[in-house]
């Protein structure tokens, strides 16, 4: 089962990509954990300093930004080739 993490304090562009994270992830019918981590601490051992961030399975993808729903779908479907 794959693990996607969304980096971030609940800001609006947050919570847009935990809602993206979720659609990939119920469109593609797999078992995926969507975490969203809003500590600082936590946030700081990827090295993001802006966010959104995303990471699936510990590797970070995407920071600064929300990713489009098909680069998402992209980086999961990678994700779940390499588990």
Do not use: F
Not at 4 to 33: D, P, Y
Request: net charge negative.
């Amino acid at each position: 089962m794959l693990t996607i993490k969304v980096l971030g304090s609940g800001c609006a562009n947050c919570k847009r990509l935990e809602q993206i994270a979720h659609k990939v992830v119920t469109e593609m019918g797999i078992e995926a954990e969507v975490v969203k981590v809003t500590d600082y601490n936590d946030i700081m051992t990827y090295n993001v300093l802006s966010t959104p961030g995303l990471v699936i399975n510990e590797k970070l993808l995407s920071a600064g930004r929300i990713p489009t729903p098909a680069e998402v779908t992209t980086w999961v479907a990678d994700a779940l080739q390499t588990a």
